[in-house]
């Protein structure tokens, strides 16, 4: 039987290779579970379970298998060392958590204490899976990123699947072939996910899109055409699909 630990600290770097020099392939954000396929002394070869994604973790000292009662609902959310007093640290959207004492606004877990309205249950859903994408504006592109602090566009995609209770693989490219339901570009509305070689994006409306696009170094809502002509004519790709989560 498999072994998981889960990740007790804000936003962990997974790395291609077994040093802080290779390319940050993602991220784990707290909560996030794992398998240990492979040990050095200053590093872990993992799996995360909630996508499968494989690389290399410094060695810490991580929990045992958490499993969350709970979940952030806001991009980002403050810990607090009291109830509401003394800010310690902020968790990002989607993190999951194990409440074990409450006040009346507050709950309280490992790390502190959060404001009720800030979590959701953890069997939670969203009627719009997309509900809360537009908090994400502005915030920086990061490559491998997964949180408040960067985020990359198919982490954008993954991280509100992921809070919604869905699988979503972590790459593009793993994506688009996962979701199967393809839709005209005519026919595109509201949540349609718009695939290119190696970028995509969420359908805000018929008209407008959202994505963490890295030439302009942040999350960014433009128009679908607009996007469409720009990605053709900066880097010479086509829109390969757009697909519609069923």
């Excluded at 939670?124 to 592109?141: A, E, G, H, L, V």
């Excluded at 793993?174 to 979701?179: A, M, T």
Aim: proline share 2%; net charge positive.
């Amino acid at each position: 039987m498999t072994k998981f630990y889960t990740n007790n600290f804000m936003v962990i770097n997974l790395h291609k290779k077994p040093s802080t020099k290779s390319e940050v392939v993602t991220q784990m954000i707290y909560g996030d579970s794992f398998s240990i396929q492979n040990k050095t002394k200053k590093w872990l070869k993992i799996k995360i379970k909630e996508d499968n994604y494989k690389g290399y973790i410094k060695k810490k000292k991580y929990s045992n298998f958490i499993r969350p009662t709970h979940k952030i609902s806001v991009l980002k959310s403050k810990i607090f060392k009291f109830p509401n007093r003394i800010k310690l640290n902020e968790i990002s959207f989607g993190c999951k958590i194990k409440i074990i004492n409450n006040s009346l606004s507050s709950y309280k877990f490992s790390k502190g204490w959060i404001n009720k309205k800030d979590v959701k249950p953890i069997s939670y859903k969203d009627r719009d899976i997309f509900k809360n994408i537009k908090d994400f504006k502005n915030i920086k592109y990061k490559w491998g990123g997964k949180s408040f602090k960067g985020i990359d566009c198919s982490a954008l995609v993954q991280v509100f699947l992921n809070f919604n209770n869905k699988f979503c693989p972590r790459d593009a490219k793993d994506q688009v072939r996962y979701f199967n339901k393809n839709i005209k570009l005519k026919d595109i509305k509201k949540n349609d996910i718009i695939y290119w070689k190696g970028h995509v994006a969420i359908a805000l409306s018929n008209k407008k899109l959202i994505h963490a696009y890295g030439p302009m170094k942040k999350t960014i809502i433009m128009g679908i055409d607009q996007t469409i002509k720009r990605i053709e004519k900066t880097a010479g790709l086509k829109v390969i699909a757009i697909k519609r989560l069923k």
